[in-house]
């Protein structure tokens, strides 16, 4: 594996299930994120783990949960979910703050349904 | 507050066709500029970094400008495998971390 390793591809749930999506980073990276990526809105950022730290965009709500096991694994936690809340989900890695010069390795995004 | 504006929306363009894609931004303390370009199904892909006005860079077909309020992205001689969104996202400081704001991106076409 290389790169930044999200699963499920995708996911269809109802609004009482609850899931997580995988994300795993093999480029020895030690900052991971978070990202919601709706139709025609930016991106979003949802959390933030860097230096052992986890960092939470404070309008994300608390249906969602991030959870790291490691510096290589940065898990979402997701509980009785909305409709509004079906998007693209995006993890990405970089080397901290300072690696960022060479940008973020995105995965390849769950697409998420809630029905 | 800070932000990102990309304009077009989208923008079609023949095989051949120049043209721009513009990234204006409007934040306090920028940290760098950067280009993505995103595949359908796909998570974005990285081009490049531009840190200070009058800065380019350039990958194949493409080439990044910077000024203090503004980026472009120069596509020359474009090809239907360029056919892509282009994602520009700004790096800023807020309450002491640092984070990506992104703007909604430019969906490109290039028709044979």
């Known amino acids: 594996e290389t790169g930044v390793t999200q699963t499920p591809r995708h996911l269809v749930m109802g609004m009482t299930n609850k899931k997580s999506l995988k994300c795993e980073q093999h480029?020895?990276?030690?900052?991971m994120y978070w990202y919601k990526q709706s139709a025609k809105k930016p991106l979003e950022l949802m959390f933030v783990?860097?230096?052992?730290?986890?960092?939470i965009n404070e309008s994300v709500p608390s249906r969602f949960s991030p959870e790291c096991p490691n510096s290589s694994l940065l898990n979402l936690h997701l509980h009785a979910l909305q409709p509004e809340d079906s998007a693209l989900y995006l993890c990405?890695?970089?080397?901290?703050?300072?690696?960022?010069?060479?940008?973020?390795?995105f995965g390849s995004g769950t697409r998420l349904t809630v029905v | 507050e800070d932000q990102v504006t990309q304009s077009p929306e989208a923008l079609r363009l023949q095989e051949g066709e120049s043209s721009s894609l513009n990234c204006s931004y409007t934040?306090?303390?920028?940290?760098?500029l950067f280009w993505y370009r995103q595949d359908p199904g796909k998570g974005p892909e990285f081009l490049f970094t531009?840190?200070?006005a009058g800065e380019e860079k350039e990958k194949e077909r493409l080439k990044a400008t910077l000024t203090k309020k503004e980026s472009f992205l120069h596509i020359t001689a474009p090809k239907p495998e360029d056919s892509a969104t282009y994602l520009c996202?700004?790096?800023?400081?807020?309450?002491?971390?640092?984070?990506?704001?992104f703007g909604k991106g430019t969906k490109l076409t290039v028709n044979p």
């Open positions: 934040v306090s303390g920028l940290r760098g």
């Open positions: 531009l840190y200070s």
């Open positions: 996202a700004v790096r800023v400081t807020q309450g002491g971390s640092e984070k990506l704001v």
């Open positions: 990405a890695s970089s080397q901290g703050f300072t690696g960022v010069h060479y940008g973020y390795t």
């Open positions: 480029l020895g990276h030690n900052a």
């Open positions: 783990y860097s230096y052992e730290k986890l960092s």
